[in-house]
């Protein structure tokens, strides 16, 4: 039996390997949530990775939200139930989510030109979000000076 990374004697999964299985290294500065849609939500498996996560796991990191589904009709599990499950988390997600249908990936590769665009677009956004502002040293640099005595 081969012992997986972050797999303790027990056979129970460490949070930073649950974090790593649901799409967030814990050395990256991002992540994303990827979920096929069954009954028009999220797995059930899905749902247990998330309860077994620590609350404060996911607290201000940026996030992909995707999904796939059988159909079209599905897309709005992203908005309705991924949205809210990241903002429970606390994660930052990024403003397009990427779904995909079965006519969209073939041979397990994403054929749709849309699809490709809108994975490219969520990219960029989680990759700036990551970023601090660059504002950020002087608000620092300002609030620093207000507090200090004069």
């Given amino acids: 039996m081969n012992k997986k990374a972050g797999a303790e004697p027990s056979g129970e999964l460490k949070p930073d390997t649950l974090l790593t299985v649901g799409g967030r290294d814990p050395f990256a500065q991002h992540g994303y949530v990827n979920t096929p849609v069954y009954r028009g939500s999220y797995t059930g498996h899905f749902k247990h990775l998330f309860d077994l996560i620590e609350k404060e796991a996911l607290v201000d990191v940026p996030v ?14 992203i908005e309705h139930q991924l949205r809210p499950l990241s903002a429970f988390l606390q994660a930052f997600a990024v403003p397009v989510g990427v779904y995909a249908s079965h006519n969209d990936i ?35 640099s300002l609030s620093e000076a207000a507090l200090s005595p004069s």
Avoid: F, M, W, Y
């Avoid at 749709?112 to 040293?137: K, T």
């Fill in 106 to 140: 073939q041979d397990g590769v994403i054929s749709s030109e849309l699809v490709r665009s809108r994975v490219a677009l969520a990219v960029r956004q989680a990759a700036q979000l990551a970023r601090p502002p660059r504002s950020q040293g002087v608000a620092h």
């Fill in 64 to 77: 992909i939200l995707a999904a796939t589904g059988g159909g079209d009709k599905h897309c709005l599990v």
